[in-house]
């Protein structure tokens, strides 16, 4: 067969094993999607008994898997695929995306049963729960290590420390605590673990038929890993757990060629014995990498917690950030922002401002004009993360921080046009400063990707379009994470068999091969900026206020 035409025949396989399914998805060589298939744990897995993909534990704030049923997910997700009569043995190469922060300990028996699969059997069969020493592994859920948190971040000299390091404070959720908890608690477990991964390098793993390392970016949600020198730390390692960096393995760059998959699926699938697994990341840098956005792009998800992405050149100390590794490109940053007064406080505003229907909503919304004569709102009705403040503030034109009223403002605007225009506008002008304070720079290049529940309501989008001063766009393909595992497993192909000097960014490279996946939504009117940059700064002087009380 020429080698143009094998090279057309060329097919990526990427993954995410996300909290409530494992869903794959097979891209072509020009990355046009051929298959998908998933599995989701609730419906299909009904013998593990989840509910919304995990199991709340017995003690207040605890939430574990049994790692085995994601196992038992890929014989799934593969005999599906294999279903739709998909030839697995055009694959070159396969990555994966994960939810970040859960961790996996390896048994003696489990890494043995890795290397020596019998094709004749499901991988469950081979890989259960024999092959974990915690067959209750906790995820991203769980939040019971405070402890653990203050425990390591005395041990290395406080919470700033703790920031310079690793790009984040101690979070109750971070593998780090987790890890922690289980050598205080179950100490023989932690001793007989041979190896830990997180649950991005354990589904690298399956694949590898052996125990892969952790990848800069997912290894950056750990609490762990010195994201400058991008090696463990030894400070942290210390505060954590003994001899941990022996379970933990050598950390490597999301481009790394771990191998090629093992016998196991070349048998039992017919995947090429030349297959290469390439190492999979954690879910939020895999979108990153799904969005194929540059450093001048900021990511805003619009959810139940809205969250700002963002790529950085050096990492800022934001105690209440999160800096990652950059999953694609090596001497860059991840910037994570996540605030918790999102969607649900938009949907209060529209169920008792606007009888309930957006429709309305949004006409009350652009019958004010911009700068909303001057009332500005903050409304965090649950504790908020940055800055750390709960409550309601209202400043009307007349107000600034030296006025008497300044701390109490005033109840409530005079019509619910004001009161959804004060909201929207708060909101927005809250994620711009905060990511200002990152480090995030505005600029006439910045461009804003919206993406969650909400990036459907073109009447925001104006307003983000408006505070930002910048054009919006939303993506047509909604699973970036997903994508980013098949986009990251290709570019891992290419840069691995281009030995030249002249190699393609990765960015450069998955545009050259397939159209950005982009639609402009809106763009900022003219005087946005002479409006809002004043804004901006009233609005500090609101949260400051608010912090305070």
Aim: hydrophobic share 40%; glycine share 6%.
């Amino acid at each position: 067969m020429p080698q143009q035409e094998q090279d057309s025949q060329q097919t990526f396989l990427g993954f995410d094993l996300s909290t409530q399914k494992l869903k794959a998805i097979l891209l072509s060589s020009e990355l046009k999607v051929v298959a998908s298939a998933d599995v989701k744990f609730d419906s299909d897995l009904p013998e593990f008994r989840t509910t919304g993909g995990a199991h709340a534990g017995p003690n207040k704030f605890e939430f574990f898997v049994q790692p085995v049923m994601w196992v038992k997910a890929m014989d799934i997700v593969l005999d599906r695929l294999v279903m739709q009569e998909v030839d697995l043995g055009t694959v070159v190469a396969i990555s994966g995306s994960a939810q970040q922060h859960g961790s996996v300990y390896w048994s003696k028996h489990g890494i043995a049963a890795l290397q020596s699969l019998d094709s004749n059997k499901f991988l469950h069969a081979q890989v259960d729960d024999s092959a974990f020493v915690v067959n209750r592994t906790p995820i991203w859920m769980d939040a019971s290590t405070s402890k653990q948190c203050l425990e390591m971040e005395t041990a290395i000299g406080g919470v700033t420390k703790m920031v310079q390091l690793t790009g984040s404070k101690c979070y109750e959720r971070f593998t780090g605590p987790q890890i922690r908890k289980i050598y205080q608690q179950r100490t023989n477990a932690y001793e007989e673990a041979q190896r830990i991964s997180l649950i991005s390098s354990f589904l690298a793993s399956l694949f590898l038929g052996k125990v892969t390392p952790i990848d800069y970016a997912d290894g950056s949600g750990m609490n762990l890993l010195d994201i400058r020198t991008k090696t463990w730390s030894k400070a942290c390692l210390n505060a954590c757990a003994p001899d941990l960096e022996d379970r933990l393995g050598e950390p490597v760059s999301g481009f790394t060629v771990l191998g090629n998959v093992s016998d196991y699926f070349v048998q039992r699938f017919c995947f090429s014995p030349t297959c290469q697994v390439i190492a999979c990341t954690g879910d939020n840098p895999s979108a990153l990498a799904g969005m194929i956005v540059d450093k001048n792009w900021l990511s805003v998800s619009l959810g139940t917690s809205d969250t700002l992405m963002m790529s950085l050149q050096e990492p800022p100390n934001l105690e209440q950030g999160h800096v990652l590794c950059h999953p694609t490109e090596i001497e860059q940053y991840m910037g994570l922002l996540c605030f918790r007064n999102g969607s649900l406080v938009r949907e209060a505003m529209n169920k008792s401002d606007a009888k309930g229907n957006w429709e309305t909503f949004n006409e009350l919304l652009e019958s004010t004009p911009r700068g909303n004569f001057g009332n500005m709102a903050i409304h965090f009705d649950e504790m908020e993360i940055i800055p750390k403040a709960k409550g309601t503030l209202r400043w009307n034109k007349e107000m600034d921080i030296s006025s008497p009223d300044a701390k109490k403002g005033v109840v409530k605007f005079s019509s619910p046009q004001i009161e959804i225009r004060a909201l929207i506008e708060g909101q927005m002008l809250h994620h711009r400063a905060i990511a200002e304070d990152m480090g995030f720079l505005f600029g006439s290049e910045s461009k804003i990707l919206a993406t969650g529940g909400a990036s459907v309501n073109k009447s925001i989008l104006q307003v983000i379009a408006d505070v930002f001063n910048a054009p919006v766009y939303q993506q047509t393909e909604s699973e970036a994470a997903l994508m980013g595992a098949a986009y990251r497993a290709a570019y891992a192909c290419y840069i691995n068999e281009n030995k030249t000097t002249d190699i393609k960014s990765y960015r450069d490279y998955i545009l050259s091969l397939t159209p950005n996946l982009l639609n402009l939504v809106c763009e900022p009117n003219k005087d946005s900026d002479s409006i809002y940059v004043p804004m901006l700064q009233r609005y500090r002087d609101m949260a400051s206020t608010l912090e305070s009380q």
